[in-house]
């Protein structure tokens, strides 16, 4: 009797390759659109130049809980506050060149601006849920407004 030739089926897998898809939608806005909650990266925080942190402990503090009251929320009710996306054509000279000094000025797109009151803001390099915190803005010098206390 002739043994009978058994091929041995194996399931296929998902073959994952590294190899990026180009598409027409810009990764700036997939971002946009992202529906987690924020964290935070301190240490590519601007220790220098015009909108570095703040030294002041009890002002580090105050900065600490307001950041920390962003991260119990979504993105959705962080914008319906008034915190956005910065666009470039309304980014101060200085803030730009602040961004070329910190070789970070390829990140423009995806500058961040979170309010915590009035003028004072806390700027940072959003990339999906991921912040990492760039200025401390008092004064809303880094984005030119032309509206009042935005």
């Known amino acids: 009797m002739a043994a009978k030739n058994k091929v041995k089926k194996v399931p296929q897998q ?4 590294n190899k990026r898809v180009k598409s027409n939608i810009d990764e700036g806005k ?4 992202h529906v987690g909650k924020p964290s935070w990266r301190f240490s590519t925080a601007d220790k220098g130049g015009e909108f570095c942190w703040p030294d002041d402990p009890d002002l580090l503090i105050d900065l600490l809980i307001k950041l920390s009251n962003f991260d119990s929320m979504s993105w959705n009710e962080i914008e319906r506050g008034k915190s956005h996306y910065l666009k470039e054509g309304n980014l101060s000279r200085s803030a730009i060149k602040r961004l070329e000094e910190l070789e970070k000025d390829d990140f423009i797109e995806s500058l961040y601006s979170f309010r915590l009151s009035g003028i004072k803001r ?3 390099i959003r990339y999906n849920d991921h912040v990492n915190l ?5 004064e809303h010098r880094v984005c030119v407004s032309e509206l009042k206390h935005t």
Request: no cysteine; charged share 10%; glycine share 6%.
């Open 134 to 138: 760039l200025w401390y803005d008092p």
């Open 14 to 17: 998902n073959v994952s390759t």
């Open 122 to 124: 806390v700027i940072g």
């Open 30 to 33: 997939l971002q946009r659109h």
